[in-house]
């Protein structure tokens, strides 16, 4: 996938929106959603919350997990651990960059993005520590890591590792096949 079809999935996640409206249930095919009440909240998927908006029918209610002090809180998390914590949400830079261009209600916007931007290259330097090491790492006898598992990871940042990682993998298979050739060959013995 790339990233606008991850943004695309992500777009189907729900929010809770607060609209100036009167209208019974919706029916889409990804569900209900509604009655739509003035000021009453409701779960929609955001690709909905985002026409509503576009449409002044509505203000999006920021999600729990973008207010300052649970950035901050995570933030802190994934630099004092090496392993990766549980995301924020499995779409949060996504979801993040969508309500951050929309709304002009969420509380400190500006931190809000810094510390939404911190968490990312915190979490994009583990995942490149996490290659490079195991690209690196000798399974033992002579043997490449035959596999590793990283937990935690959002679809985004294993879509941004997906094709470097994937060639740094056929490029180092080549080597070794190559550098096995070469140890067994008595030409270069």
Request: with cysteine.
């Amino acid at each position: 996938m790339d990233p606008a079809q991850i943004e695309f999935v992500a777009e189907k996640e729900s929010i809770s929106i607060l609209p100036n409206f009167t209208e019974d249930k919706l029916y889409l095919i990804s569900g209900e959603v509604g009655p739509f009440q003035p000021q009453v909240p409701v779960q929609v998927p955001l690709w909905l919350a985002v026409n509503l908006k576009q449409r002044q029918k509505c203000r999006i209610i920021t999600p729990e997990w973008m207010d300052v002090d649970v950035l901050k809180e995570k933030k802190a998390e994934e630099l004092e651990g090496h392993l990766f914590s549980k995301p924020l949400h499995p779409h949060f830079l996504e979801l993040s960059t969508i309500i951050l261009g929309l709304s002009s209600e969420v509380k400190d916007a500006d931190e809000v993005r810094t510390l939404i931007k911190d968490i990312w290259d915190v979490r994009a330097a583990k995942l490149r520590k996490s290659v490079n090491k195991m690209i690196n790492h000798d399974g033992g006898g002579g043997k490449p890591l035959a596999h590793v598992e990283i937990n935690n990871i959002t679809v985004l940042e294993l879509n941004t590792i997906r094709g470097f990682f994937t060639a740094s993998l056929d490029h180092l298979h080549n080597l070794r096949n190559h550098a096995e050739l070469c140890l067994n060959d008595p030409r270069y013995n």
